[in-house]
């Protein structure tokens, strides 16, 4: 069965340092996601990406993040100059955006990104 | 703004039990979906179950089932006959259209089921 995948599992960073989150979404999806999770916390919405462009980021989703999908498969969150507050794990999603798919979310399983 | 409120954050059941999971949320919205997720430890979120707004019928699938009470915007989850498998954290969705259909989520509740 198609699953979303994510890489790496565990990025440590130094603070100021930039990020690349990595996912490969599930081939056929044409909505993309990255929602955080801060330990303890609830899971939070920070983008949207359809047809090579951001639908809706959060408040979130500052100049510091950004998204692409570079080459068709893959789908990155960037983070600029990181902050300790970003530490959290980060988990991308796809969805096939089909009448049929009732916005069903296929989620990956995280990045854990600790900034020290 | 919508939210949603899972106030159980943890709970444990005796296998072959049965166990409800609660959550609320908050909308004005009168067209959304509802869903109930699963985290098995150190995996990744898989769909448990969906509700649409406008059905009055409670999904079931299996051995869980949801009581969805849409005036009073509530959605448990109910697990039957548990099993070791569904340890877990449960996470409550919601979602409407709003430009995208992003997922609003309660904070969890993580269960135990105990042998």
């Known amino acids: 069965e198609p699953e979303v995948t994510q890489t790496p599992s565990h990025q440590v960073t130094q603070m100021g340092q930039e990020v690349i989150l990595r996912c490969v979404p599930i081939?056929?999806?044409?909505?993309f996601y990255w929602y955080r999770q801060i330990l303890g916390q609830k899971v939070e919405f920070l983008v949207s990406?359809?047809?090579?462009?951001?639908?809706?980021k959060s408040e979130i989703f500052d100049d510091q993040f950004s998204v692409e999908r570079p080459d068709g498969s893959n789908f990155t969150l960037k983070i600029r100059s990181t902050k300790l507050e970003d530490s959290a794990m980060y988990f991308c999603?796809?969805?096939?955006?089909?009448?049929?798919?009732?916005?069903?979310?296929?989620f990956g399983p995280g990045t854990r990104l600790t900034v020290l | 703004a919508q939210t949603v409120t899972q106030s159980q954050p943890e709970m444990s059941v005796q296998e072959a039990e049965t166990v409800t999971l609660s959550c609320t949320y908050d909308?004005?919205?009168?067209?959304?979906?509802l869903f109930w997720y699963k985290q098995p430890p150190s995996r990744q979120m898989i769909l448990v179950i969906r509700?649409?707004?406008?059905?009055?019928q409670n999904a079931t699938e299996n051995r869980f089932s949801v009581n969805f009470q849409k005036a009073a915007k509530s959605f448990s989850l109910k697990i039957s006959d548990s099993q070791l498998g569904d340890t877990a954290m449960y996470f409550c969705?919601?979602?409407?259209?709003?430009?995208?259909?992003?997922?609003?989520f309660g904070t969890g509740t993580r269960l135990k089921v105990l042998a």
């Open positions: 081939s056929n999806h044409l909505y």
């Open positions: 990406f359809y047809n090579n462009e951001i639908s809706e």
């Open positions: 999603a796809s969805n096939a955006g089909t009448s049929v798919s009732y916005n069903e979310q296929f």
């Open positions: 509700q649409e707004a406008y059905k009055q």
């Open positions: 909308t004005s919205e009168n067209n959304y979906y």
């Open positions: 969705a919601f979602t409407t259209f709003s430009g995208t259909y992003k997922y609003i």
